[in-house]
């Protein structure tokens, strides 16, 4: 039996929705010949099936073990074609494309004008839209028919593709540095993370400025500011600028509201500038703003006009939770944010083929988080243990990190502190492998460690010492980074105070009169 995750055909046919189903019984029963198709067999058995198992396909007389192969190959294929000429798919890139293969046909055909003319009107179609690679291909095309197809006009009209030539290489090149300096420094914060030092943050800024190519911003289209915004960003989230970071998303965002009509050619990058707005929002306590830019969101995506795909539910599921998590936890509403656990996690089965372990994960920590902060330490443990065992989670080690100390403050919180020093060594010894162990990271560490032999009536002065060793690392421009994942400082504050963490936020959170 092979795994689901591994058989790609069988995922596919999963992931359609019944009218995609209906469209594709349509599409291959249109000719009387496909009524028997072993491949339509083939789907007919996949889509009955809750798991795959080809032990299962093979008790089919029709399909023998030496077809299966080919046959899975061209049922994807055909799934494939059917979903593309399903109308629920088609956008501005797909309809461009379509009008360039008609055009192709023609022109092979030796029917030159004809050519031309659908031609010339996709290209204004690609012009509008920004899709400027597809634009110089349509010019490439007209150019090869107009040096074969004589008229009088091939000077002027000579003249027209070479300069219309000179300025789409000009945009694309700039187009394509800046898109490659965004994934260059996107790919630097999963290798490495964070600057966590001067001369890191330093190597950074200098590759940045570097690579970034000159440019005036008023001659720059829409494609050409989105990657460099994209590229500010990153750049800004790696030396944990969050003013910058909220700058340079907020113009993301603004780019789109601009020029609505992009928001339908491309809504994943729309969902993507939200996700990093909302983010560096919540980075920035800007709590009046965050929920003006989520609002906005919401209703942008709920919105008739807004693209409806299995990909861009997902997305948007990503980016909705994640935001309203952050929103309980910015305003330390805790108790009211539990109904967000039992709807993430049945999204997250829903969509299970779509997302990534590592969102799975972040949700996990969120989860643990919304526990602690309502006060249900061993629910909290239950999450972060999920995390912590996890082997196969290769990326944001600061994740596991920081599940770790959750996990040792809410087993200290529940007193269920019978294995705390295990787990303390086992924490030690983690962070000293992953070569990440900060000031914050080692003075928690370092407290907890201690609790066993701290007298009950010294335990308020401890927490108090702690309380100022870490308010002094909080702005630290390397060592702010830990109290975004996890608020220590507040609930060192509920213990000096006596109070639940939960009051403490909400009091920090009256007080931003943003």
């Given at each position: 039996m092979a795994n689901l995750s591994k058989d790609n055909l069988f995922v596919l046919i999963k992931s359609l929705s019944k009218s995609e189903k209906r469209h594709f019984t349509l599409y291959v029963n249109r000719l009387g010949i496909n009524?028997?198709?072993?491949?339509?067999?083939?789907?007919?058995?996949?889509?009955?099936?809750p798991n795959y198992n080809e032990d299962e396909i093979l008790k089919n007389k029709n399909i023998t073990k030496l077809q299966l192969s080919n046959l899975k190959a061209h049922l994807y294929k055909q799934i494939l074609v059917s979903l593309r000429m399903n109308p629920v798919n088609q956008n501005i890139r797909i309809q461009i494309r379509e009008q360039l293969d008609f055009a192709t046909i023609l022109y092979q055909k030796g029917l030159y004008k004809q050519s031309l003319k659908i031609l010339d009107k996709v290209k204004a179609i690609a012009l509008e839209n920004d899709e400027k690679i597809i634009a110089s291909e349509i010019v490439e095309l007209e150019k090869v028919i107009e040096s074969?197809?004589?008229?009088?006009?091939?000077?002027?009209?000579?003249?027209e593709l070479i300069q219309q030539t000179k300025e789409l290489s000009k945009l694309n090149v700039t187009a394509s540095v800046l898109s490659n300096l965004s994934l260059q420094l996107y790919s630097i914060m999963l290798k490495s993370g964070y600057a966590k030092s001067d001369l890191e943050m330093n190597e950074i800024t200098e590759f940045f400025n570097k690579e970034l190519p000159e440019y005036q911003i008023n001659e720059l289209g829409f494609r050409?500011?989105?990657?460099?915004?994209?590229?500010?960003?990153?750049?800004?989230?790696?030396?944990?600028?969050?003013?910058?970071?909220?700058?340079?998303?907020?113009?993301?965002?603004?780019?789109?509201?601009?020029?609505?009509?992009?928001?339908?050619?491309?809504?994943?990058?729309?969902?993507?500038?939200?996700?990093?707005?909302?983010?560096?929002?919540?980075?920035?306590?800007?709590?009046?703003?965050?929920?003006?830019?989520?609002e906005r969101f919401e209703e942008t995506i709920d919105s008739e006009d807004f693209p409806k795909n299995d990909n861009l539910k997902s997305l948007s599921l990503l980016c909705i939770y994640s935001s309203k998590f952050n929103l309980h936890f910015l305003e330390g509403d805790f108790e009211r944010g539990l109904y967000l656990v039992d709807e993430i996690l049945k999204?997250?089965?829903?969509?299970e083929d779509r997302i990534d372990e590592h969102h799975i994960m972040v949700f996990y920590y969120k989860i643990a988080c919304l526990y602690f902060g309502s006060g249900n330490n061993r629910k909290c443990i239950e999450y972060t243990k999920k995390?912590?065992?996890?082997?196969?989670?290769?990326?944001?080690?600061?994740?596991?990190?920081?599940?770790?100390?959750?996990?040792?403050?809410?087993?200290?919180?529940?007193?269920?502190?019978?294995?705390?020093?295990?787990?303390?060594?086992?924490?030690?010894?983690?962070?000293?492998?992953?070569?990440?162990?900060?000031?914050?990271?080692?003075?928690?560490?370092?407290?907890?460690?201690?609790?066993g032999t701290i007298y009950p009536h010294q335990l308020k002065s401890e927490f108090k010492k702690l309380h100022l060793q870490l308010q002094n690392l909080e702005n630290h421009p390397y060592e702010k980074r830990a109290f975004l994942y996890l608020d220590i400082i507040s609930w060192l504050e509920s213990k000096i105070e006596n109070k639940p963490v939960a009051k403490i936020i909400q009091e920090k959170s009256k007080k931003l009169v943003r």
């Open positions: 009524l028997d198709a072993k491949f339509l067999v083939l789907f007919n058995l996949l889509d009955k099936m074969q197809y004589i008229t009088r006009s091939i000077v002027g009209r000579a003249d050409e500011k989105l990657w460099l915004y994209k590229a500010h960003l990153w750049h800004s989230f790696l030396i944990q600028d969050f003013l910058s970071c909220y700058k340079f998303s907020s113009k993301w965002v603004n780019l789109f509201h601009k020029n609505e009509f992009m928001i339908h050619a491309n809504p994943v990058w729309y969902i993507k500038g939200n996700s990093y707005l909302l983010e560096s929002l919540y980075l920035i306590k800007h709590k009046s703003n965050y929920k003006k830019a989520l999204a997250l089965k829903k969509h995390i912590i065992e996890n082997k196969n989670l290769s990326m944001r080690e600061d994740l596991m990190c920081f599940a770790r100390i959750l996990s040792l403050v809410a087993h200290y919180e529940s007193g269920m502190d019978y294995h705390l020093e295990i787990q303390l060594k086992s924490t030690y010894k983690f962070l000293i492998k992953m070569n990440d162990l900060h000031d914050v990271q080692y003075e928690i560490i370092k407290f907890l460690k201690k609790l």
